[in-house]
T-cell receptor, first 113, second 114 residues
Framework: DGGITQSPKYLFRKEGQNVTLSCEQNLNHDAMYWYRQDPGQGLRLIYYSQIVNDFQKGDIAEGYSVSREKKESFPLTVTSAQKNPTAFYLC????????????FGQGTRLTVV | KQEVTQIPAALSVPEGENLVLNCSFTDSAIYNLQWFRQDPGKGLTSLLLIQSSQREQTSGRLNASLDKSSGRSTLYIAASQPGDSATYLCAVSPIYNQGGKLIFGQGTELSVKP
């Protein structure tokens, strides 16, 4: 089945710890995105990548880092610099910018303990 | 700055009723508008994509319309079922945007009662 796979589904982070969220797609899409979803705030863009080895900051990139070494993979690292990381994280992909349909993974819920 | 608003925030209807969800946006310079469904604790499922040159799209019991000049879109659900209960999100892809970024509304939480 073609789609986007996010793992893990649930993740717990201790104070001061870095954690990495995985996102893999087999849709052969060029563009990939990370969004954060908080209750009452909708989805906000963290980082995006339009091509391998290139990525740009979104609206709330502080405290996050990404890499795009392969077309299929776009992992997100939540660093200790992110002061309020508890949220639902969604990865998406599309064939390219603009007029193409976006598809989303099932999300990772990150909780600080 | 593009802003997307969805009204109402929550809606409860009896099974079998036809219903309309509303989405408005402030800047008509968009590539497309997309409607999504989100079940609790799950990701987003794409329902319908309307390109800026289109007026409507249909899929089964769902029909979405787009009036770009007035900055409005509606999602019509015919003969609602309890399985339609979910949060519905609309999102626009602005022409002058960051590489395909979507701007989302806050969503409408729909509950269909048996």
């Amino acid at each position: 089945d073609g789609g986007i796979t996010q793992s893990p589904k649930y993740l717990f982070r201790k104070e001061g710890q870095n954690v990495t969220l995985s996102c893999e797609q087999n849709l052969n899409h060029d563009a990939m995105y990370w969004y954060r979803q908080d209750p009452g705030q909708g989805l906000r863009l963290i980082y995006y990548s339009q091509i391998v080895n290139d990525f740009q900051k979104g609206d709330i990139a502080e405290g996050y880092s990404v890499s795009r070494e392969k077309k299929e993979s776009f992992p997100l690292t939540v660093t200790s610099a992110q002061k309020n990381p508890t949220a639902f994280y969604l990865c998406a992909s599309s064939a390219g910018q603009g007029a193409t349909e976006a598809f989303f993974g099932q999300g990772t819920r990150l909780t600080v303990v | 700055k593009q802003e997307v608003t969805q009204i109402p925030a929550a809606l409860s209807v009896p099974e079998g009723e036809n219903l309309v969800l509303n989405c408005s946006f402030t800047d008509s310079a968009i590539y497309n508008l997309q409607w999504f469904r989100q079940d609790p604790g799950k990701g987003l499922t794409s329902l319908l994509l309307i390109q800026s040159s289109q007026r409507e799209q249909t899929s089964g019991r769902l029909n979405a319309s787009l009036d770009k000049s007035s900055g409005r879109s509606t999602l019509y659900i015919a003969a609602s079922q309890p399985g339609d209960s979910a949060t519905y999100l609309c999102a626009v892809s602005p022409i002058y945007n960051q590489g395909g970024k979507l701007i989302f509304g806050q969503g409408t939480e729909l509950s269909v009662k048996p």
